[in-house]
């Protein structure tokens, strides 16, 4: 148990809305990461923060903006919900140091947005 | 983008059936990460390998890391109704974001 969290575990929500998913940890890991998994396309990262305010772009970030304003929480938003943004999202954050680039990942949020 | 092809994609078998998972890739890659994941869960790491021709083993499961480190297999034995899930490698990269790149995914199916 990396001592991750993610909340809401489920949410449903209609196109155009406004939509935050928080992730937050226990043990002050410096990276932490915001995936999606989708059937077919197995796990994208969508963006990645490698320490307090500092966030970059990963594979699938358009329509997505992340924020960490502190060690523990990494929230990610969707600015305006669309349904191509239906999917399972979930938050890692990276333990280990060198070569040895292990994630843990928290439970998941499944997003529906109709 | 680095792809990292996994295969089968899918697979049911029998107990007590040997089988492999395998995930390819022409790119190199600092470290090789295999997941498993159930339903309605995060994925859950099994096991880390690092160099090149390493062999590592978990009780019935054998993780092995091509001397290239662009490929690795996953060979089970003696499967389980227990083993029954999702199973995805990943590979490490060295870069600034310490990133991951994942294979789609073996979704493993043994029956009783």
């Known amino acids: 148990d990396a001592g991750i969290t993610q909340s809401p575990r489920h949410k449903v929500t209609e196109t155009g809305t406004p939509v935050t998913l928080r992730c937050h940890q226990t043990?002050?890991?410096?990276?932490m990461y915001w995936y999606r998994q989708d059937p077919g396309h197995g796990l994208r990262l969508i963006h990645y923060?490698?320490?307090?305010?500092?966030?970059d772009k990963g594979e699938v970030s358009d329509g997505y903006s992340v924020s960490r304003s502190k060690t523990e929480d990494f929230l990610l938003t969707l600015e305006s919900a669309t349904s191509s943004q239906t999917s399972v999202y979930f938050c890692?954050?990276?333990?280990?140091?060198?070569?040895?680039?292990?994630?843990?990942f928290g439970p998941g949020t499944r997003l529906t947005v109709l | 983008t680095q792809l990292l092809e996994q295969s089968p994609q899918f697979l049911s078998i029998q107990e007590g059936e040997n089988l492999t998972v395998y995930c390819n890739s022409s790119?190199?890659?600092?470290?090789l990460q295999w997941y498993r994941q159930e339903p309605g869960e995060g994925p859950v790491l099994l096991v880390t390998v690092v160099t090149g021709g390493e062999v590592k083993k978990l009780k019935r499961l054998t993780f092995q890391f091509g001397d290239a480190r662009k490929d690795s297999s996953l060979h089970i034995t003696a499967a389980q109704p227990g083993d029954t899930g999702l199973y995805l490698c990943?590979?490490?990269?060295?870069?600034?974001?310490?990133?991951?790149?994942f294979g789609g995914g073996t979704r493993l199916m043994v029956k009783p």
């Open positions: 990943a590979g490490a990269h060295n870069n600034a974001g310490n990133m991951l790149t």
């Open positions: 790119s190199v890659f600092s470290s």
């Open positions: 923060s490698y320490g307090v305010k500092d966030t």
């Open positions: 890692a954050i990276r333990a280990g140091t060198g070569t040895y680039n292990e994630q843990f």
């Open positions: 043990e002050n890991h410096r990276y």
